[in-house]
Structure formats: C-alpha cells, structure tokens
C-alpha cells in the first residue's frame, strides 16, 4: 500500500494553498504525489451541456471519460451517508504514485502534518494526536513533534521526502 499523508487543519488555514506550492516541489524531487481531496460542497466535475454530464444526468451510475491526456470517473452516490476513505485509497494506481497526499477526511487514522497559524482560535495543543507526525506552524511553538515552517514550502517539502524515505525503509 502506498503511503497516506494528510495535511490538517481547520477550514481557511491554507491547506490548498500549501499543497499547491508541495506538489511541484516534491515532483521536482522525484515524488510522484497523488492527492485525495474531500469537500463538504455539493460539487460536480462535469459540465453542463458536455456529453458526459447529460449521460450521468440521464442516469448512468457511472461515467467514465477518457482522451489521451487523462481520464475520469464520474460515481453517482446517493445513498452513500459518508465516503469510505479506503475504497477512495483503492481507486489510487499505486504504479504511477509514491505517496497520496489527503486534504480533509481529518477522522481517519493516518500520518499527518497539522497546520497551525497565530490567529486560529483555538490552542494547538488540542489538535496533537499520535498521527501528527509534525506541525507546521507561522509562530514558534514548543511542540513533542517537529516544528516546520508553514510560510517555507520547500522545508516541509524535504521533511516529507525524510518522511518517506523512513517509511518506506529507504537511505535518504
């Protein structure tokens, strides 16, 4: 199974905005990342009028749309009260991947890096749990895990490529 690593924080923390500045950098490494993303929006990839939208909205359970340069699959779930995370690991092709990065699904039980800024209300401390495996933070914090710094993507880059190399029982 392919290592999962999960960027946490609360909402308007700047999850997105550091994964977009991490994805390059790891590539630039080597690191094949993949990314798992969960929203809480009622979201939709398709667009209205395409072929594949009217074909989902008819009724097709499943649309999957393919060209040369990528492919989707488009799942229709209903009935479904929560997304089972490891059936979303599952989908993943692990030949074309190192790592899966994760934004949001905070309730599963994998490794993560807790962003933490100054002006969150809440203390940090009560966000530590025995998954977070680092905090990555815009204030110094005396923390039982490594401190990063949330504003240097390039340093929480390089913790992640050590992370990865530990994990998979690789020399750096």
């Known amino acids: ?9 609360w909402s308007g923390t700047g999850k997105t905005t550091l994964l977009k500045q991490l ?8 690191i094949r ?6 929203t809480h ?6 667009t209205p ?22 492919w989707a699959l488009m799942t229709e779930t209903p009935d479904n009260a929560t997304t089972d995370f490891t059936f979303l ?11 899966i990065l994760v934004e949001g699904f905070k309730d599963e039980p994998i490794p993560r890096i807790l962003l933490w800024r100054d002006r969150d209300d809440a203390e940090w ?17 005396n923390t039982p895990v490594p401190l ?3 504003n240097d993507p390039p340093q929480i880059a390089a913790f992640i490529k050590v992370w990865l190399a530990s994990v998979k029982g690789e020399a750096i």
């Open 23 to 30: 994805i390059p950098l790891l590539k630039q490494q080597g």
């Open 41 to 46: 929006h009622n979201m939709d990839i398709d």
């Open 148 to 150: 990063l710094d949330l």
């Open 33 to 38: 990342p993949g990314l798992i993303k969960h």
């Open 125 to 141: 401390e009560t966000l530590i749990d025995e998954r977070v495996i680092a905090i990555a933070s815009d204030s110094p914090l």
């Open 49 to 70: 009028g395409k072929d594949s939208y009217e074909l989902r909205k008819a009724g097709a359970d499943q649309v999957l749309v393919a060209s040369q340069q990528r």
């Open 89 to 99: 690991v599952s989908r993943m092709d692990e030949s074309t991947l190192d790592i």
């Open 1 to 9: 199974m392919l290592p999962i690593l999960a960027i946490a924080a």
